[in-house]
């Protein structure tokens, strides 16, 4: 079992940047990949990045060009995602969410998530 808390989210402005945390809780996190996912208001919930259990890989959705970074601390069961450059169309609830395989899975497929953290980025 895995229980995952977001933290870090926020209203800023466009070009700032933003660290969101995902504590997580269950001894078989570290064995787990990690993932963001975001949704819009209306829209579908979308992959943003993830990373691999070692932190060995990270993989990103094409539209964070760059501007995100994930990461994640295994000795303390944490995970970040640090965004720079957020634009007003980055605005959504941001999720974390743990497996033993995230990326390039269906989200029905991924069983471990948190309650989201909102970021509103205006212009």
């Given at each position: ?31 787990y990949e990690m ?60 999720y974390c969410a ?26």
């Amino acid at each position: 079992q895995v229980q995952l808390i977001e933290s870090g989210g926020g209203s800023v402005q466009t070009g700032s940047s933003l660290t969101l945390s995902c504590q997580a809780s269950g001894r078989d996190f570290i064995g787990y990949e990690m993932g963001w996912f975001r949704q819009a208001p209306g829209k579908a919930r979308e992959f943003v990045a993830a990373i691999t259990s070692s932190g060995s890989r990270v993989y990103y959705a094409d539209f964070v060009n760059g501007r995100f970074t994930i990461s994640r601390d295994n000795s303390q069961k944490i995970g970040f995602l640090q965004m720079n450059s957020l634009q007003p169309e980055d605005t959504a609830v941001y999720y974390c969410a743990s497996d033993h395989r995230v990326y390039r899975m269906g989200l029905s497929q991924i069983y471990f998530w948190g309650q989201g953290t909102q970021v509103t980025v205006s212009s």
